[in-house]
Structure formats: structure tokens, C-alpha cells
């Protein structure tokens, strides 16, 4: 154990933070927070259900789907057990290797979405651009084979993070930014060396945000191969089938990409604003991505709506 300083006392538990100012109104924001956490686990866990149940849903596409309402789901759980005890009971300490273990978790789980939206765009890709070759490419063995190995990679680049913030001494400093941990929030509340941690957080940043620059290519492949398509209406139909994930990319990137923005070139940032965009980071793609998949996707949609016994249109 390093010396400290007589100024200095050692901490072990942090202080997340909720929405500063509504402290008096935590119960009714929980009511808000309760149903998107509720309505996001019930549409990802629908999801599943139905393309495990429906014959017809066995394709590459909706393994993928799958995929992605399994990573929204460990999002969801990640990020609930703090979420829920700061606006429902006002608690906001947390001890060091939960905040550790969270941040693990949230990262993890949020670049193997990263990972499964630049999966499912390569996929787009393979639909539009060889349609009659699409299921011989996309086995489900290769699909399975693809999964394992993003979750894999997922697991493997975020392992280090929580050991190297457990080297760290941590002394006076111990409010956190946000209602749940993240690696380069917590490392910043470090009173020793962190540039093992600062440089590592950096390159696992980079990653996931080159997932997003490889969408954005595949995107002009499938918009390559659709000009290409004599008919109007065949072009049409082929985007129409890129709709949902093109949603379901904004609605994942749009968040981070705001907030990272605002940390950097921000010079008056509103905290409110940026504990806001924090949270819908986290709460609104398990949210809105089952819903964008139901509403643009009918085979999704009338596979569901035949479970609740209602009639599609």
C-alpha cells in the first residue's frame, strides 16, 4: 500500500449522483424510469421468445436480432440496480468493487452492441448485395461462430478496465457524475498515477467507435449496390430493408456521440443536460430498439401480435 499524505484519507465507497436539484422529486422520476426499464425488459425478452418459437424466424437476420435484445438486456440489468436504488429509496453510495464490477458490465455489454449493429449491417450488406447466395453465406453455424467470437472480443477488451481502476488509491474525492459507474469517471477520481488507465480507456473508446466508421462504409457499399438496381421500386425495397438497423444505429450512437462532444468542445455544459444524455444512453435503446423492430419489421411484428392473439394489418 502506497503512503498517504496526512491530508489525504482513503476511500472505498462512492457517491453516484442522481439529478441534482430534484432530490424532492426522486419518487415520481422513478415512475418514469420503473416503466422504460420494465417495457424495455418485456419487448427484448418478447423478442427472443418469439424468434426462438417461430420457425419461420430462423434466419441470420433475426440471430442477429437476437443479439441485439441479449446485449440491450444486459445493459438494462447493468445500469438498474443503481438507477432504481438513487430514485426509489435516495441511496446513493456504492462500495469499490461494485462500482468496479458495474463498470465491467455496462462497457462490456455496450460494445457488443456496438459489435452487433456492425454485424447486422454486414449482413444488410450480404442480403442486398448476393440475395440468392444469402443463406449459404450466412450459415447458422458461421452465425453462431460470428456471435461467439464478438461476445469474446467484447469480454476480452473490457476485462482489464476494473483491475486497473482496483490498482488505483482513491483519497477525498468520491462523487461520481452519473447514476451509475463508468471507467473514465471513476478513474478521474484517482489520487495516484492513472495513465495506464487514461491510455487503455482511450484505445477501448477507439474500438467502439470504429465499429461506427465500419457501418458507416458498409452503408456505402449497400448504397453502391442499391443505385446499381434498374427498378425503382427493387431499390426501394432493399433500403426498406436497412430501415430498422439504421434506427437502431442512431438510437445507439446519437447518445454517446452528443455527450462526447459535450465533454470535449462544450465550454458552458449544462450538468443537468449531460447526467440527462447519460442516462437516455442507457435507457433508451433497450427501449426503442424492440419497438423499431416490431413497427418496420412485419414478419416481427405479425409473429407478435399473433402471441398477444390480435390481428396484424
Not at 140 to 163: E, M
Not at 273 to 302: G, S
Request: glycine share 4%; aromatic share 12%.
Amino acid at each position: 500500500m502506497f503512503p498517504l499524505n496526512t491530508s489525504e484519507v482513503e476511500i472505498s465507497t462512492f457517491l453516484l449522483i442522481g439529478i441534482p436539484g430534484l432530490e424532492h422529486m426522486y419518487i415520481w422520476i422513478s415512475i418514469p424510469i420503473c416503466l422504460m426499464y420494465f417495457l424495455a425488459i418485456l419487448g427484448n425478452c418478447t423478442i427472443l421468445f418469439v424468434i426462438k418459437t417461430e420457425p419461420s424466424l430462423q434466419e441470420p437476420m433475426y440471430y442477429f436480432l437476437s443479439m441485439l435484445a441479449l446485449s440491450d438486456l444486459g445493459l438494462s440489468f447493468s445500469s438498474l440496480p443503481t438507477m432504481l436504488r438513487i430514485f426509489l429509496f435516495n441511496t446513493v453510495g456504492i462500495s469499490a468493487d461494485a462500482c468496479f464490477a458495474q463498470e465491467f458490465f455496462i462497457h462490456g455489454f455496450t460494445d457488443m452492441e456496438s459489435s452487433v449493429l456492425l454485424i447486422m449491417s454486414f449482413d444488410r450488406f450480404v442480403a442486398i448485395r448476393n440475395p440468392l447466395r444469402y443463406s449459404s453465406i450466412l450459415t447458422s453455424s458461421r452465425v453462431l461462430q460470428i456471435g461467439l467470437s464478438f461476445a469474446v472480443k467484447s469480454i476480452l477488451l473490457v476485462l482489464p478496465l476494473p483491475f486497473t481502476l482496483k490498482r488505483l488509491r482513491y483519497c477525498n474525492k468520491c462523487l461520481l457524475s452519473h447514476s451509475y459507474c463508468l471507467h473514465q469517471d471513476v478513474m478521474k477520481l484517482a489520487c495516484s498515477d492513472n495513465k495506464v488507465n487514461f491510455y487503455y480507456g482511450l484505445f477501448v473508446a477507439l474500438c467502439m467507435m470504429s465499429d461506427s466508421v465500419f457501418i458507416a462504409i458498409s452503408y456505402v457499399f449497400i448504397l453502391k449496390t442499391v443505385l446499381g438496381i434498374a427498378s425503382h421500386g427493387e431499390r426501394l425495397k432493399a433500403l426498406n430493408t436497412c430501415v430498422s438497423h439504421i434506427c437502431a444505429v442512431l438510437i445507439f450512437y446519437v447518445p454517446i456521440i452528443t455527450l462526447a462532444t459535450m465533454h470535449r468542445f462544450a465550454k458552458h455544459k449544462s450538468p443537468l443536460a449531460m447526467i440527462l444524455i447519460a442516462d437516455a444512453f442507457l435507457l433508451v435503446p433497450p427501449l426503442m430498439n424492440p419497438i423499431v423492430y416490431c413497427v418496420k419489421t412485419r414478419q416481427i411484428r405479425v409473429k407478435v401480435l399473433g402471441k398477444l392473439g390480435l390481428k396484424s394489418k
